[in-house]
């Protein structure tokens, strides 16, 4: 997988190869969906056929089955056979009977009569007569029929193990008085049903009491065994049976009395299936010979992409490692040459770049360098409201006495990496390192509501990391360094000054002059702020005030106040303890 995300051929070869593949499993889903839509239309057709063709035998019955019954529905028949009822005189009339049904050739035909209320009184099946019975079944028909105002109904009934397609008869006399029905029933037989599977081009059969008795030639016991599946499931069973595909629906020979019986197609789908099959297979060879082609095709494309390609990722590994000197050969003239030509552009750009912020990073704060890279930089300063730092080594002339230049550089930058460090921690910006004394602003370039706060902070951990720098010094034996810091808030002109070749970014004003004056006279380890800056700061200081101070250049005594704590969770030292309280000088 790994190589799979890597390789630029695995790629271009999985883009084509899943591109046809994409397209043959759209085009098999369309033939599928056609092949649905084919076997619906034949299934529809053929069920519908077969529904048409035994309403078709249904009706030829049930017209013979009136014409067989007229010699009992005449007149004359109707008062004889309504006198037997009244006389219960059965045995003569089933003498009649069945006379007339051996006169007719009808010895198979079922022949059922029942009173005015529905119930047989006579039921001659297969020669033999019934008194009183109901062996086929007939009084439900009957009693719904007189009920009625229809004058037949038909049915089927399966008696001794025969099905048999009924047709019941009302009876009335001249009066209109109704007398009761005559039931007329031909045997369904395997002839009846035989040209109806040939017409239609399907095997069907009748399923009555759980079982096939009357079916089309084509009816086996495999394919009963299935159309006894699909009526015991209910629903349409799309199977195999004698290696041909076939459709089995079954469906009630009556929606509305469903003890009648289904009737169950089953109709055979080669026919539609096979030019569909036959395309599926030209869409596999097809398809296997687009997949191999789109496979050479990609081979070839990506041996000419993959060289240049990883060059490119090699030196593109190198410059996110930081060697912006990394560059690509081009070898050609097309779009890869041109990307390789825009590669080398782009690491020169990165190399000069990187040596102009590295320089810059040294010089000047990290937000001016940003400015300055971006190429924003006009001479020209807006006022801003901004606290001012100045953090000054006492004592530093007589302690480097005699010290080599070398020793008093190294003490020196030893010293500023502490306060450097303080005024970073809280978002200051290092304006300028005055031989031992450095300027800091907070509150410009980048706004900061806060930074009257942010400065005292600075102010405090400066004082925190000058203790802990000095108690390294004295484990060394070496003298400790103690700080003044003055600190002021105020109006000042911040922006770029110099010239337009050479400038520097910088603020000016009174605000800046009484901080510096501030930090003349701290003593060693005093935090000395303004009014102003005590009012800015907010709650959780604690500076009590020192009365006026008479300042070189201001003309009225400034009110001074000693920073002794500040309750800020961002002024905790390194491992945790709380601001310092006022500092022995020994320790700062």
């Avoid at 035909?109 to 079944?137: H, K």
């Avoid at 020979?253 to 169950?264: C, E, I, K």
């Avoid at 020196?412 to 200051?428: V, Y």
Wanted: charged fraction near 20%.
């Amino acid at each position: 997988m790994t190589w799979f995300r890597e390789s630029f051929g695995a790629k271009l070869l999985a883009a084509l190869g899943g591109t046809v593949l994409l397209l043959l499993i759209i085009t098999f889903i369309v033939v599928r969906r056609e092949t649905a839509r084919q076997v619906d239309i034949v299934t529809t057709r053929a069920i519908s056929s077969a529904e048409r063709l035994f309403a078709e035998l249904t009706e030829l019955q049930r017209q013979q089955a009136a014409q067989l019954a007229r010699p009992f529905t005449e007149q004359r028949a109707i008062l004889r056979l309504d006198a037997q009822i009244q006389g219960d005189d059965f045995v003569l009339m089933a003498l009649e009977v069945d006379y007339e049904m051996q006169r007719a050739g009808l010895p198979d035909a079922l022949l059922v009569f029942t009173d005015a209320e529905g119930q047989p009184v006579l039921s001659i099946i297969q020669g033999e007569s019934i008194l009183g019975a109901d062996p086929a079944g007939i009084a439900p028909i009957a009693e719904e029929l007189l009920a009625s105002d229809e004058i037949d109904a038909t049915a089927y009934r399966l008696v001794d193990g025969r099905l048999y397609s009924v047709t019941s008869l009302y009876i009335e006399d001249l009066a209109g008085r109704a007398v009761g029905t005559i039931t007329f029933g031909l045997p369904i037989d395997a002839t009846d049903v035989e040209d109806i599977g040939a017409i239609g081009g399907f095997e069907a059969c009748f399923h009555v009491e759980g079982r096939c008795v009357v079916g089309t030639p084509g009816v086996d016991a495999e394919l009963t065994a299935l159309m006894n599946e699909a009526v015991s499931s209910g629903v349409p069973l799309r199977t195999r049976a004698g290696g041909r595909e076939i459709f089995i629906t079954p469906e009630l020979l009556d929606a509305t009395d469903p003890f009648q019986g289904l009737r169950v197609t089953a109709v055979p789908l080669d026919d539609v299936l096979v030019p569909f099959e036959r395309i599926q297979q030209a869409l596999m060879f097809g398809g296997g010979g687009a997949l191999l082609l789109s496979a050479l095709i990609g081979i070839a494309l990506s041996r000419s992409l993959t060289r240049p390609m990883r060059d490119l990722v090699a030196a593109t590994g190198r410059v996110a490692e930081g060697d912006f000197g990394a560059e690509v050969n081009v070898t050609s003239q097309d779009e890869m040459g041109t990307l390789a030509k825009a590669f080398n552009d782009m690491t020169r750009g990165l190399l000069l770049r990187e040596r102009y912020r590295a320089v810059l990073n040294k010089v000047v704060s990290q937000d001016v360098a940003e400015e300055l890279m971006r190429g924003d930089v006009e001479l020209g300063g807006e006022s801003r409201l901004v606290t001012v730092l100045f953090a000054d080594i006492r004592g530093f002339t007589p302690l480097t006495e005699g010290m080599e230049p070398q020793e008093v550089i190294g003490l020196l930058n030893e010293c500023m990496e502490h306060l450097s460090q303080a005024i970073d921690a809280e978002g200051g910006v290092v304006d300028k390192f005055i031989g031992d004394e450095v300027m800091a602003v907070f509150g410009a370039p980048v706004t900061q509501n806060d930074h009257a706060r942010r400065a005292v902070a600075s102010a405090v951990r400066m004082r925190v990391g000058m203790a802990t720098f000095n108690a390294v010094r004295r484990s060394r034996g070496d003298q400790p360094l103690a700080i003044g810091v003055g600190i002021n808030s105020g109006v000042a002109v911040s922006g770029n000054m110099g010239s337009s070749n050479r400038m520097n970014y910088t603020v000016v004003g009174d605000v800046v002059n009484l901080a510096s004056r501030l930090t003349g006279v701290a003593r060693p380890g005093e935090i000395l702020i303004s009014g102003a800056t005590l009012r800015l700061v907010g709650p959780g200081i604690e500076a009590p005030p020192l009365g006026g101070r008479a300042l070189k250049g201001f003309s009225s005594e400034v009110e001074v106040y000693a920073v002794e704590s500040l309750s800020d969770d961002r002024t905790r030292s390194a491992d945790g303890s709380p601001p310092v309280g006022p500092p022995r000088s020994n320790d700062v």
